[in-house]
């Protein structure tokens, strides 16, 4: 083979989401040397900037010659991979159900539930094994269950906080949303006493550094954790996530007021 040819060979196209709000497309195909596999975020040029990226297909550029050849444009080539594998499937489905139900782009779903500071970010995932068939595992250990609970505050977080203890003791971590940062700062200090090593807050108000170190130590810890969180960062990847406590939902604040129009009532 020659140079050419074989250059063609190793380069891969690939077909990426935006994870940006305000894109007029939801698809946008780029060129990469780099073995890439769908489900990775990278991030890639538009116009004058770069921006994150989830990966939804890749394919060998020797197998869409005829595709390229009819392109009236040149493809851009991808700028890097920022994670090889960052959502959860049962976060992927939630925002595409999420999506389907808005009528909105899913990935201005995906972005609002994702900050942007994570998504540029490489950050190591946290490893477990798991079972041969993980939907058994699904199916056999949880069960979808919603209850409604209208009560005062202070009974309703003597019974959150009886329910986190509980799904404690069962190895399971608990994602607890709340609307705004004023009702996790009222909230938060109840719920975490005790078991404050193993509580993380996230919210927009957190520095860049403080934010990457806190989603970093939610990742990685082995204990079960509880995550108090405003909507956009609902995407924190535990696949011990067995309880989501949506407090105060009758809150405006929970769904955007620009498109998207992403609710997070809906999502959770």
Request: aromatic share 6%; hydrophobic share 40%; net charge positive.
């Amino acid at each position: 083979l020659s140079i050419l040819s074989l250059l063609k060979v190793l380069m891969r196209i690939i077909t990426v989401m935006p994870l940006e709000k305000g894109l007029p497309t939801s698809r946008l195909s780029y060129f990469t040397k780099e073995e890439v596999l769908p489900g990775a975020v990278v991030a890639v040029p538009v116009k004058n900037r770069e921006i994150p990226a989830l990966v939804t297909e890749s394919r060998n550029a020797a197998e869409l010659k005829l595709e390229t050849r009819s392109l009236d444009f040149a493809l851009k080539k991808m700028v890097r991979v920022i994670q090889s594998s960052f959502f959860k499937p049962e976060f992927l489905i939630a925002a595409s159900t999420t999506a389907k139900f808005l009528a909105a782009p899913l990935g201005q779903i995906i972005r609002s539930f994702s900050p942007k500071i994570i998504l540029e970010t490489p950050i190591n995932q946290r490893k477990k094994s798991t079972p041969n068939n993980p939907k058994e595992k699904t199916a056999s250990k949880l069960k979808n269950e919603a209850l409604v609970i209208q009560d005062k505050d202070n009974e309703r977080l003597a019974f959150y906080k009886s329910l986190i203890r509980e799904t404690f003791a069962k190895k399971s971590s608990v994602l607890f949303c709340l609307p705004t940062i004023a009702d996790i700062e009222r909230t938060v200090e109840s719920l975490e006493k005790g078991i404050g090593n193993y509580t993380t807050i996230l919210h927009g108000r957190l520095t860049s550094k403080e934010l990457l170190a806190r989603w970093q130590k939610a990742v990685e810890s082995e204990h079960p954790v509880l995550l108090v969180v405003t909507p956009t960062f609902m995407s924190v990847p535990r696949d011990d996530i067995a309880v989501i406590i949506v407090d105060r939902e009758n809150s405006p604040h929970y769904k955007d007021r620009v498109k998207p129009f992403a609710d997070a009532r809906i999502f959770a």
